[in-house]
């Protein structure tokens, strides 16, 4: 039965609302209407008029692949891995993956998904032991550094305990990265970063991913002595999208500097939940350094009303504790997404 398009705005299925990033489409085989994600899957349906790939939804898919044995929860992972998949070998630049990335990579997908919007294998097929060669060239002033900060990164993290498997992969990244690139050496809020992708990747896929970062992705800068986008810049922009909050901010002597640049070294991942910290690296990975740059303010224009009842210091333990759910996590990363900002 075919269901009229005008009385339908949550998809039958994950029941999340219609919008410009997650759109309606009809089911071919069943006549429901799903979003985009829960419809992804395109098949022949010549007995239906159909002798062309025409879209399907997750569920008339799992019945058509699976038999009745294999537990619901089985054939919805199956299913959202392969059109994952599919979507990064055969349609890298499409808007479709795009928008799944937008509304979040699931995160045993991440493994998958990241290294393959960096283009970090092409990295590892070119350069062919050369992450071990990096490992092993003596460096002792990044040695010692590097020492110092490893215990002192993401210590209640079980990965990074000290009965954690991650301190000694994290720190022949970051030794290796101080002699690929000595100009830059080895520099305080890397040891976050590359904690981050160790949470998802393998120790050399983590390397070159960060090598694309610092590279690619303009993340190098923030580590030399000029940032892309001044704080003075940045306070422009609040000044421009939001006054009344920004005078309240200089009223309580609170300047930008104080959280921002902290946040950009670490790319938010010292400072905030890991969860929100994935989802905000999702959309960083997609559409580079320039997402990070919208993140700041977002929190701030999201927060407003919040921030303008408090005070000095108030305001910076605020802004520790976002995002407070879920729910701010999607609200906060759709006001970045929009959000236009010039660097």
Sequence with gaps: MWQPDETVTLCNLCQNSFSLLLR?????????????????????????????????CTPCNRRRRFPKSVPDSVQIQIVIKEDWENLITTQMRSNRLKRKV?????????????????EANELIENNRGAYSKYFNIENTEATKRINFDVPRTFPKHSMFSKEGQGRVPLFNILKAYANYDPEIGYCQGMSYIVAVLLMHLSEELSFWVFVRLMRDYSIRTMFQSHMPLSVQNYEKFLFSKCPVLYNH????????????????????????????????W???????????????????????????????????????????????????????QKMQLET
């Design 24 to 56: 309606k489409h009809h089911c071919r085989s069943c006549g429901k209407i799903f979003c985009d994600r829960c419809s992804s899957s395109r098949v022949r349906l010549p007995h239906l008029g159909y002798p062309e790939p025409v879209r399907i």
């Design 102 to 118: 937008r509304n979040g990579i699931p995160n045993d997908l991440r493994p998958t998904i990241w290294p393959a919007l960096v």
């Design 249 to 280: 901010l200089k009223n309580q002597n609170v300047s930008l500097a104080m959280f921002v640049a902290p946040w950009f070294k670490t790319l938010f991942s010292q400072q905030f939940n890991l969860s929100f910290v994935f989802c905000l």
């Design 282 to 336: 999702d959309n960083f990975l997609l559409d580079g350094l320039n997402f990070i740059f919208k993140v700041p303010l977002s929190m701030l224009i999201f927060c407003k009303e919040k921030l303008l009842q408090l005070r000095y210091p108030d305001i910076l333990f605020f802004l520790r504790s976002l995002p407070e759910n879920q729910t701010d996590t999607v609200s906060l990363i759709k006001i970045a």
